[in-house]
């Protein structure tokens, strides 16, 4: 990765991505995130992401990568011709508690990875989705971007 990285979600996108967990609170959902590169000689490097493109969701699992890998080509087709490409990809787990990134969306990542090195996977904090709406809370309920380093994706604190 190098140098450091910032995300910047357009609340578009962030609308977007928690709507589609709420809708399906009891399966895993996930989607696609698409953004540029801001001035890539500033520091730290932004990335903004200006719009969310829903998936999937399934109560028991994840779809197949060949699923995945077919509609991460048609959003590039689709948005490259906007100046975008995909920058994450964001994950709900099914489970209220369950805070791990499975294997497929580690695997999703790393595709994304071979295309736009400053990829990262956002997953979303099913706890915190639902305090906010409950009125309990305010703070996001994405979690800190899971950054990829090339040879394994690793939690950020950016």
């Known amino acids: 990765m190098g140098a450091e990285c910032q995300y910047e979600l357009a609340q578009a996108a962030y609308v977007k991505l928690a709507l589609h967990a709420l809708k399906h609170p009891a399966a895993a959902v996930n989607g696609l995130l698409v953004g ?3 001035d890539g000689a500033s ?3 932004v990335v903004a992401v200006v719009d969310a493109v829903p998936l999937s969701h399934c109560p028991h699992h994840l779809p197949l990568l060949p699923t995945h ?3 991460l ?12 490409t995909v920058v994450c ?6 489970l209220r508690d369950d805070a791990d990134l499975p294997a497929v969306a580690k695997r999703v990542g790393d595709h994304i990875f071979r295309n736009f090195p400053r990829a990262a996977v956002l ?36």
């Open 43 to 45: 520091s730290p490097v």
């Open 89 to 94: 990809y964001y994950h709900a787990n099914a």
């Open 69 to 71: 890998e077919l509609a």
């Open 123 to 158: 997953l979303l904090n099913n706890n915190k989705l639902e305090e906010a709406v409950k009125g309990k809370n305010r703070e996001p309920v994405v979690q800190h971007p899971i950054l990829s380093n090339s040879s394994k994706w690793i939690s950020s604190t950016v």
């Open 73 to 84: 080509n048609l959003v590039e087709d689709h948005f490259g011709a906007q100046g975008l």
């Open 36 to 38: 540029r590169l801001l």
